[in-house]
């Protein structure tokens, strides 16, 4: 009889696949260049339409350059192939992109044994039934989710809400500033100039999206507060969040280069209500709040000079715990809740917590 041929082990290490080259996905790139990422093997870079596979690594500072040059059409199986065929044990997924398309895929990614880290909020932060099904992927094909980079570019808020619970400490109010244009705009919004004039700065500064609408709207934050809801133990579902929009009905709908023309007409009712909180002693901010039966909401609040939100400044991120032990003072995680440099880290970050125990 035939014996059977030998079966290769997996070799220890840690085999990349990265996918999208915007700005979160070039910081990365750098960062996969440096010592701190040595363990690391890069074997393939993707973008919306192309791609570059090589499953026995790809230097990192010459990626952007080959995926540029390449020919090979998109392809998420020969990702999936050029991961098997590194033959390393850890296999991981890296989406740094912000397609919901992409993030359709992250459940059977993990079931078929990837682990998956990612930047974008769609998985997270949309349908309960999304989350769910992610949750359950996860367990099924034994593979970690990282998402420190969700929410607030890698500041330690979800980690901390994981610790929290697994203490046995409950939340009982989550206070915070989700958005780092946002919080750029009403940190500056004393009356002395009109809001449209600061939201052309902020937009020329590179604060909000292309179309400001996208902040103003409010559902990025909502997205955000849904994912840490759901990570507080809520099960709460989109629609569940109630979402104050600061854009009014007629602008909605109207081109980009329509609304930036007539961003005035947002001055009127905004200085109405700055007017008003300060004659209370009190500051306007676009809050993101939750409580401890899981009641969610986004929307313009006058706060007291005391909130930890007042004391705000430039375009950080503010997140304020309120729990069953940390109930006198809340727990106030503060900073960059923006940037590539701080997204890529938290990607990098996450990575690297897979080797941490091996």
């Known amino acids: 009889m035939n014996a059977l041929p030998a079966v290769n082990p997996a070799r220890a290490g840690v085999a990349l696949v990265v996918l999208g080259v915007g700005g979160v996905g070039r910081a990365l790139l750098e960062l996969l ?7 690391l093997q890069l074997v393939a870079i993707a973008d919306s339409t192309r791609q570059w596979v090589n499953p026995r690594g790809i230097v990192p500072a010459r990626a952007r350059r080959l995926l540029a040059a390449s020919v090979q059409p998109r392809d998420d199986e020969a990702l999936l192939g050029a991961l098997r065929d590194s033959g390393l044990v850890e296999q991981v997924i890296v989406d740094a992109t912000a397609s919901s398309a992409v993030a359709a895929h992250h459940a059977d990614w993990l079931a078929r044994g ?40 890698g500041l330690p808020v979800l980690s901390t809400l994981l610790r929290l619970r697994q203490c046995g400490d409950r939340l009982r109010a989550l206070d915070g500033v989700f958005s780092g244009s946002l919080s750029w705009l009403f940190n500056n919004f004393d009356g002395s100039r009109p809001f449209s ?3 052309h700065e902020a937009r020329q500064r590179g604060y909000t999206e292309p179309d400001p609408r996208l902040d103003l709207g409010g559902a990025d934050v909502a997205r955000k507060l849904l994912i840490l809801a759901r990570a507080a133990g809520h099960a709460i579902d989109a629609h569940e969040v109630h979402v104050e929009s600061l854009v009014p009905a007629g602008l909605r ?3 980009v280069e329509a609304f930036l023309a007539r961003a005035s007409e947002l001055d009127a009712p905004l200085e109405q209500r700055r007017a008003q909180a300060a004659r209370e002693g009190r500051l306007l901010r676009l809050l993101a709040r939750l409580d401890s039966q899981g009641r969610a909401s986004v929307g313009l609040v006058a706060v007291e000079p005391t909130h930890p939100a007042a004391r705000l400044a430039g375009n950080d991120n503010l997140f304020a715990l309120t729990t069953v032990r940390y109930h006198d003072q809340p727990l106030v995680i503060q900073g960059p809740g923006a940037g590539a440099e701080v997204t890529a880290q938290a990607l990098l970050g996450d990575v690297l917590a897979l080797t941490a125990d091996r």
């Open 33 to 39: 260049a440096t010592p701190a990422a040595g363990a």
């Open 197 to 199: 004039a600061l939201l």
């Open 114 to 153: 990837c682990h998956v880290v990612s930047a974008n909020k769609a998985a997270l932060g949309e349908r309960l039934e999304g989350w769910q099904r992610l949750r359950h992927a996860s367990r099924l094909g034994r593979r970690r989710y990282g998402d420190a980079a969700t929410v607030g570019a």
């Open 253 to 255: 709908e109207v081109t």
